[in-house]
Structures are given as structure tokens and as C-alpha cells.
């Protein structure tokens, strides 16, 4: 259960239910981000290239 594992470290003052909440909404946040970035590069580079 590394979900379980992540979240009490990143988030040992809360609740069970709370850490695993947050965590998941944390690897949500950094998926999107990582996403937008990749969109924004490939437009980057599709323009440098004309």
C-alpha cells in the first residue's frame, strides 16, 4: 500500500482518510501540471520549428 505509505509521511499530523485524500489530490495537481507542460512544449517547439 505505498498510497497509504506516501501519505502518512507527507501528511503525518491529519486524519487516515484526510492524508489519503490530500495525497491523491496532490498526484491529481502534479499529473495536470506536468500535462499543461508537455501541451505548452509541444507548441513551443511546433512553432520553433516553422
Not at 9 to 25: I, M
Not at 26 to 48: D, E, K, T
Request: glycine share 10%; with cysteine.
Amino acid at each position: 500500500m505505498p498510497l497509504k505509505f506516501l501519505s502518512k509521511k507527507l501528511f503525518p499530523g491529519d486524519a487516515g482518510w484526510q492524508n489519503r485524500k490530500q495525497f491523491k489530490t496532490l498526484v491529481w495537481v502534479v499529473f495536470v501540471a506536468v500535462c499543461f507542460g508537455c501541451v505548452i512544449g509541444g507548441i513551443m517547439l511546433y512553432y520553433a520549428k516553422k
